[in-house]
C-alpha cells in the first residue's frame, strides 16, 4: 500500500507570496492532518480535515488555510508568506477509528526570503 | 495549554544498551499515546502506540504508559546505531480538544558502536 505523498518536495517563495501545497493520503484514510515542524517550536499541529470538514485548528493565524476534497486529498495554503513560515510542513493521514494512528508524508520544505 | 516534555538530550548509550526515553503530559484526561522516530531530514516514522496502562512490546522496542502518573516511556532493547534518531512522544488529548495530537520536542538518541 502507498504512503502518504506530499507535493512539492521543496519550495522556495519570497516575503508576502503565498503558496498551496498538497497532500494525498493512504487508500482508505479518510483524515489529513497538517503540521509544521521548526527547530525552534517542534512538531505543531495546524489543522485536521475529515470528510471535507475542518474538524480541529490549532493555535495559527487565519492566513494558514486548508480544505480536503471528496478524494480525501489535502490542501493546505499559507497567504501573505513571514519569513518565520519557513519550516518543513507534514501532513499525516489516519484511519477515523478509536487507534487514530498517524502516518507522516515525506514533507515540504519551504524557505521564505 | 495541552503539555508533553521530553528531555531534550541528547542521550547516548553504547551498542547492545537499553536506551530509555521518557516523557510526561499534562492532560490527564488524555487516551492514546505514541512514539515516533525522525531521522535527520527525514519525517517522523510511527514506531509504537499505547492506549492503556502497562507494558506493551514490539521486537526490541518496549512502552510502558501510567496514566496516574502521567508517564510514558520507550526502551529499546539492544541498541543499535541505525536507532540514532530523535524520538518524538505524541499524545492525543482528551474529547473536546481542539488539537489531533500535541508532540514533545523530542530526545535525540545516539547509539555508539
Known amino acids: 500500500k502507498a504512503g502518504v505523498t506530499q507535493t512539492p518536495r521543496y519550495l522556495i517563495k519570497t516575503r508576502g507570496q503565498q503558496v498551496t501545497l498538497s497532500c494525498s493520503p493512504i487508500?482508505?484514510?479518510?483524515?489529513v492532518s497538517w503540521y509544521q515542524q521548526t527547530p525552534g517550536q517542534g512538531l505543531q499541529f495546524l489543522f485536521e480535515y475529515f470528510s471535507e470538514t475542518q474538524r480541529n485548528k490549532g493555535n495559527f493565524p487565519g492566513r494558514f488555510s486548508g480544505r480536503q476534497f471528496s478524494n480525501s486529498r489535502s490542501e493546505m495554503n499559507v497567504s501573505t508568506l513571514e519569513l518565520g513560515d519557513s519550516a518543513l510542513y507534514l501532513c499525516?493521514?489516519?484511519?477515523?477509528?478509536?487507534?487514530?494512528?498517524?502516518?507522516f508524508g515525506p514533507g515540504t520544505r519551504l524557505t521564505v526570503t | 495549554q495541552k503539555e508533553v516534555e521530553q528531555n531534550s538530550g541528547p542521550l547516548s548509550v553504547p551498542e547492545g544498551a537499553i536506551a530509555s526515553l521518557n516523557c510526561t503530559y499534562s492532560?490527564?484526561?488524555?487516551?492514546?499515546f505514541f512514539w515516533y522516530r525522525q531521522y535527520s531530514g527525514k519525517s517522523p516514522e510511527l514506531i509504537m502506540s499505547i492506549y492503556s496502562n502497562g507494558d506493551k512490546e514490539d521486537g526490541r522496542f518496549t512502552a510502558q504508559l501510567n496514566k496516574a502518573s502521567q508517564y510514558v516511556s520507550l526502551l529499546i532493547r539492544d541498541s543499535q546505531p541505525s536507532d540514532s534518531a530523535t524520538y518524538l512522544c505524541?499524545?492525543?488529548?482528551?474529547?473536546?480538544?481542539?488539537?489531533?495530537?500535541?508532540f514533545g520536542k523530542g530526545t535525540k538518541l545516539t547509539v555508539n558502536p
Open positions: 492532560d490527564r484526561g488524555s487516551q492514546s
Open positions: 499525516a493521514s489516519s484511519l477515523v477509528t478509536s487507534l487514530d494512528e498517524q502516518y
Open positions: 505524541a499524545v492525543q488529548p482528551s474529547q473536546g480538544g481542539s488539537e489531533k495530537l500535541v
Open positions: 487508500s482508505g484514510h479518510r483524515s
